[in-house]
């Protein structure tokens, strides 16, 4: 447990009179930060913004036509590092406001790039393409990134702690989810198949049910229940803890909010051309639309939060592992996908939460696997081989599922 990020999770908000004069905590605390050294620091935290270079190519491929499979390319790689610079920024604001806020800024910045994608697609009445997506996002995350959490922290640590009361809350809203999927898959297997209002209305409605139900989620971990989120440090551990404590923000305030803002539009840019080049990708590969929706535009579109986890992980910040992994997969049940259904009841167009038999089995063994491994607020590298052993196992299974239009 990182007790540098549990002790700021009692932190308020700003609004709720947070003190931004962080000299106040004694000498070792990072108060005189000028933005010339948290520049310098953002730039030499990773090789990998060695990668930055691809961000202006992959721009300019698009506009100047260098070919679908290069743009494609060019704006893969320039994600990387954006993704890096935009984990970086919500670890720093996490030190500052708690990993609680800070998995969520996480996941919400996140999954923006994801909605912004998802909007332009419904207006331009590609269904499936979103329905692919937000399924393979939720899986990505559950399976791929957190197994992923799992073995990279089991390798340093035996075995790792998280809050449990996070955890069990995160299995009881993700189950809610796939329930909410599986209903209209057998609304659709008892009613007439060539009547969809029932399931388009049904949609509409439950819908606007997860909706209210993310909102009372938000009300219960950031008011309500906000103690249940903070662990309390055992007596025999505080000395050790005062220690840790000492881990402190390299970047100003202001400089961490600028990053992240910045880097989420950069992001947005470079994932939109990827996406726009998925055609020419699909045709020169062979592989189908849905495999491209499901498993790789997740990988890319969601890339931010991804290695925000597996760092946290690495650092033994469970905590903030499983709040970016199993944030991310709520916000995309809970909120995102039933907010492009109510989109795209506005725009008329046919956006719902049918998804075929196989495809919501498939996120049900995924929520359940899931489910059984969280639920104890523990992990090790064992339980990561699971996870990612059942997201391979799904790969394949995709690699083969043919092409097919579910949308109604």
């Given at each position: 447990?990182?007790?540098?990020?549990?002790?700021?999770?009692?932190?308020?908000?700003?609004?709720?009179?947070?003190?931004?004069?962080?000299?106040?905590?004694?000498?070792?605390?990072?108060?005189?930060?000028?933005?010339?050294?948290?520049?310098?620091?953002?730039?030499?935290?990773?090789?990998?913004?060695?990668?930055?270079?691809?961000?202006?190519?992959?721009?300019?491929?698009?506009?100047?036509?260098?070919?679908?499979?290069?743009?494609?390319?060019?704006?893969?790689?320039?994600?990387?590092?954006?993704?890096?610079?935009?984990?970086?920024?919500?670890?720093?604001?996490?030190?500052?406001?708690?990993?609680?806020?800070?998995?969520?800024?996480?996941?919400?910045?996140?999954?923006?790039?994801?909605?912004?994608?998802?909007?332009?697609?419904?207006?331009?009445?590609?269904?499936?393409?979103?329905?692919?997506?937000?399924?393979?996002?939720?899986?990505?995350?559950?399976?791929?990134?957190?197994?992923?959490?799992?073995?990279?922290?089991?390798?340093?640590?035996?075995?790792?702690?998280?809050?449990?009361?996070?955890?069990?809350?995160?299995?009881?809203?993700?189950?809610?989810?796939?329930?909410?999927?599986?209903?209209?898959?057998?609304?659709?297997?008892?009613?007439?198949?060539?009547?969809?209002?029932?399931?388009?209305?049904?949609?509409?409605?439950?819908?606007?049910?997860?909706?209210?139900?993310?909102?009372?989620?938000?009300?219960?971990?950031?008011?309500?229940?906000?103690?249940?989120?903070?662990?309390?440090?055992?007596?025999?551990?505080?000395?050790?803890?005062?220690?840790?404590?000492?881990?402190?923000?390299?970047?100003?305030?202001?400089?961490?909010?600028?990053?992240?803002?910045?880097?989420?539009?950069?992001?947005?840019?470079?994932?939109?051309?990827?996406?726009?080049?998925?055609?020419g990708i699909v045709e020169s590969s062979g592989l189908s639309r849905t495999f491209v929706g499901l498993i790789l535009l997740p990988i890319v579109s969601n890339a931010a939060e991804y290695i925000t986890a597996v760092t946290a992980a690495i650092k033994d910040k469970m905590d903030l592992a499983i709040g970016c992994t199993t944030g991310s997969s709520m916000q995309i049940a809970l909120l995102i996908t039933p907010f492009l259904v109510v989109l795209g009841w506005t725009l008329d167009q046919p956006m719902t939460l049918f998804f075929d038999v196989f495809e919501t089995v498939i996120l049900f063994i995924s929520v359940l696997i899931t489910n059984y491994l969280i639920q104890d607020g523990k992990s090790n590298w064992l339980e990561g081989v699971l996870l990612l052993s059942t997201y391979i196992i799904i790969v394949l299974?995709?690699?083969?599922?043919?092409?097919?239009?579910?949308?109604?």
């Amino acid at each position: 447990m990182d007790t540098a990020i549990v002790v700021n999770a009692h932190t308020p908000l700003p609004s709720a009179g947070f003190n931004t004069d962080y000299g106040t905590r004694g000498p070792s605390h990072r108060a005189g930060l000028t933005a010339s050294q948290s520049i310098v620091h953002v730039i030499k935290a990773s090789w990998i913004n060695i990668l930055l270079v691809f961000v202006p190519l992959g721009i300019i491929s698009h506009h100047l036509h260098w070919g679908e499979t290069l743009t494609f390319s060019l704006n893969f790689l320039a994600i990387i590092p954006l993704a890096k610079i935009l984990g970086l920024a919500t670890e720093e604001i996490a030190l500052r406001v708690g990993q609680t806020i800070g998995s969520l800024l996480n996941a919400t910045f996140g999954n923006a790039i994801e909605l912004i994608i998802s909007i332009f697609a419904i207006r331009q009445g590609q269904i499936r393409v979103v329905q692919a997506s937000m399924l393979g996002s939720i899986i990505t995350s559950l399976l791929l990134v957190l197994g992923t959490c799992f073995v990279a922290g089991g390798y340093y640590k035996a075995e790792q702690s998280f809050n449990q009361t996070a955890a069990q809350t995160s299995s009881s809203l993700m189950t809610l989810a796939c329930i909410a999927l599986i209903i209209p898959a057998a609304l659709h297997a008892a009613v007439d198949a060539d009547n969809h209002k029932e399931i388009l209305d049904l949609s509409h409605g439950t819908a606007i049910v997860l909706l209210g139900v993310y909102g009372f989620y938000l009300y219960f971990q950031l008011i309500s229940h906000k103690h249940l989120y903070s662990e309390i440090p055992e007596e025999g551990e505080e000395q050790q803890e005062e220690q840790e404590e000492k881990e402190e923000p390299q970047l100003t305030l202001q400089l961490s909010l600028g990053l992240l803002v910045g880097a989420t539009l950069v992001v947005a840019f470079c994932a939109e051309y990827l996406v726009d080049s998925i055609e020419g990708i699909v045709e020169s590969s062979g592989l189908s639309r849905t495999f491209v929706g499901l498993i790789l535009l997740p990988i890319v579109s969601n890339a931010a939060e991804y290695i925000t986890a597996v760092t946290a992980a690495i650092k033994d910040k469970m905590d903030l592992a499983i709040g970016c992994t199993t944030g991310s997969s709520m916000q995309i049940a809970l909120l995102i996908t039933p907010f492009l259904v109510v989109l795209g009841w506005t725009l008329d167009q046919p956006m719902t939460l049918f998804f075929d038999v196989f495809e919501t089995v498939i996120l049900f063994i995924s929520v359940l696997i899931t489910n059984y491994l969280i639920q104890d607020g523990k992990s090790n590298w064992l339980e990561g081989v699971l996870l990612l052993s059942t997201y391979i196992i799904i790969v394949l299974a995709f690699y083969f599922y043919p092409e097919e239009d579910t949308s109604l």
